[in-house]
Nanobody
Framework: QVQLVESGGGSVQAGGSLRLSCAAS????????MAWFRQAPGKERERVAI????????SYADSVKGRFTISRDNANNNVYLQMNSLKPEDTAMYYC????????????????WGQGTQVTVSS
């Protein structure tokens, strides 16, 4: 099992920045990918950024490219999401998730989830 705990959400004005943190514990050696998802009221959960623990490769949703950066700290099993130039449409609950293989990195297949942290961007 892997436990994930997010922190760093909050309220910010448009154009501002926030940094989300995800602390992973447990059997982290089994993790293949870690990702940040978000879900706004009435919308489907979407993946905004992913990082692959083996290669360090990353991928982003088009809506956040150039504004968000995902990174990891292997020493303490933390993953971060730096969010710059925030927009009101970025308002959502943000979740950290982890998968054990390449088939388990999506919103419907990820193996482990955190409890979520709210991000609210006002105009």
């Amino acid at each position: 099992q892997v436990q994930l705990v997010e922190s760093g959400g909050g309220s910010v004005q448009a154009g501002g920045s926030l940094r989300l943190s995800c602390a992973a514990s447990g059997n982290t050696y089994s993790v293949y990918c870690m990702a940040w998802f978000r879900q706004a009221p009435g919308k489907e959960r979407e993946r905004v950024a992913i990082i692959f623990t083996g290669s360090g490769g990353t991928s982003y949703a088009d809506s956040v490219k150039g504004r968000f950066t995902i990174s990891r700290d292997n020493a303490n099993n933390n993953v971060y999401l730096q969010m710059n130039s925030l927009k009101p449409e970025d308002t959502a609950m943000y979740y950290c998730a982890a998968g054990r293989g390449h088939l388990y990195c999506s919103a419907t297949t990820a193996n482990y989830w955190g409890q979520g942290t709210q991000v609210t961007v006002s105009s």
